[in-house]
């Protein structure tokens, strides 16, 4: 017998993807990449020789569960140096990257039955998360011609005496929308008993009109989800963390015990590293990303998809493709299969996506100017071309 629980979770679509593309790939077929949300970039050689210098010192037991404080209080400094709030590492729990961060977040602060209040489209796990957790998700939709940023009176719209809270990502997977000071605040003076906000694209930024801000600069009952999988090129190293108010770190300290014990042990003293000794390597990779960011989004642009929300964040473009397709997950399935070419279907990011697709520039220039050629050599053996 299969729990409904698991038997109700959706498929993740874009590893589906992924791994028909595999599939593709064995059989000898050239596949371009650019569904993954994975940085291109090898990991920063000052974290591989932290690492390495952990393992051969030993560092390969067992950890405090809340991780070492080491990296705790590197990851206070962090937040002050960037943000000028005052984080103790009492605050901080390590974890094997962001997504058991969610789980113990989701576990702790839901009852069944409780809602908990997300945007549509969405960051494609979100809603397993709270589901899993006992929790309802409560959908916001957010619209290209809003910004694709909440509204605040639809928020306080959806609000019911059930109501745990409200999830923020930015900057946005999928969208790679920013959100502003402003907004951020608005979000933050919504009386909820807590704000959680994923902030696993901070530091892949490239406006040059508003700078990332965390939730934690506006309001203390909030929650923030983090790792280091993708400004440091670190998603196989599995490390994330979470910062919390003090009166939730035991119960969540709890949790982490019994599920995961504690995160590697070298993988944190890596993680010293990556904050303390990669300033010129992450800039680097900044200024690439936003090479390939500017050229995607004209190329797509040219092609007949539209993108009024530009994006200046993470390393997405969610292109509206509504001018191709009705059905984003076929059309994404037929690029695959015709032409080698992975892109994430905008229905995996909820019903909100649906006729987008994201497209990921986290691959090189050579192969995204190649991935794109193909596209439109496909759009118009196909007849598609603006053909809205």
Not at 335 to 346: H, K, S, T
Request: charged fraction near 25%; aromatic fraction near 10%.
């Amino acid at each position: 017998m299969i729990s409904k629980r698991a038997d109700e979770t959706k498929s993740f679509i874009v590893m589906d993807i992924l791994e028909r593309a595999k599939e593709l790939e064995k059989e000898g077929k050239d596949v371009i990449h650019l569904e993954l949300g994975e940085p291109d970039f090898n990991t920063p050689q000052p974290i591989i020789d932290a690492a390495i210098k952990a393992m051969t010192t030993g560092k390969t037991s067992y950890t405090h569960s809340m991780g070492i404080l080491e990296l705790r209080e590197a990851i206070s400094e962090h937040y002050y140096d960037k943000y000028k709030v005052n984080i103790t590492p009492d605050q901080i729990l390590v974890t094997s990257g962001s997504s058991p961060a969610m789980l113990i977040i989701f576990q702790t602060i839901l009852e069944q039955s409780d809602e908990f209040i997300l945007s549509n489209p969405y960051y494609s796990c979100y809603p397993n998360f709270i589901i899993g957790s006992g929790g309802t998700p409560i959908f916001v939709e957010i619209t290209e011609d809003e910004g694709f940023e909440y509204n605040v009176e639809k928020i306080k719209k959806s609000i019911t005496s059930k109501t745990q809270g409200l999830l923020i990502n930015s900057p946005s997977n999928p969208t790679g929308v920013i959100l502003t000071k402003k907004k951020l605040i608005e979000l933050s003076q919504i009386n909820l008993p807590y704000i959680i906000s994923d902030e696993i694209y901070h530091g892949l930024t490239y406006s040059e009109k508003e700078r990332e801000h965390s939730i934690l600069e506006f309001c203390d009952h909030a929650i923030v989800i983090n790792g280091f999988s993708k400004t440091y090129a670190m998603t196989g190293w599995r490390l994330g963390y979470l910062i919390a108010p003090k009166n939730l770190i035991r119960p969540l300290q709890r949790l982490q015990q019994n599920y995961f014990i504690s995160a590697n042990n070298f993988v944190q003293w890596a993680g010293i590293s990556a904050l303390k000794n990669t300033t010129l390597e992450v800039a680097e990779m900044k200024k690439t990303y936003n090479n390939r960011r500017l050229y995607m989004i004209g190329r797509l642009k040219e092609l007949g998809f539209t993108i009024k929300v530009e994006p200046e964040g993470a390393f997405y473009v969610f292109a509206n493709a509504k001018a191709f397709t009705s059905d984003s997950k076929q059309f994404a399935f037929s690029l695959l299969e015709n032409i080698y070419l992975g892109v994430a279907p905008g229905i995996d990011f909820g019903t909100g996506g649906e006729g987008y697709l994201r497209f990921s520039y986290a691959n090189s220039l050579d192969n995204i100017k190649k991935a794109l050629d193909r596209l439109e050599k496909f759009l118009k053996n196909n007849n598609l071309k603006r053909s809205l």
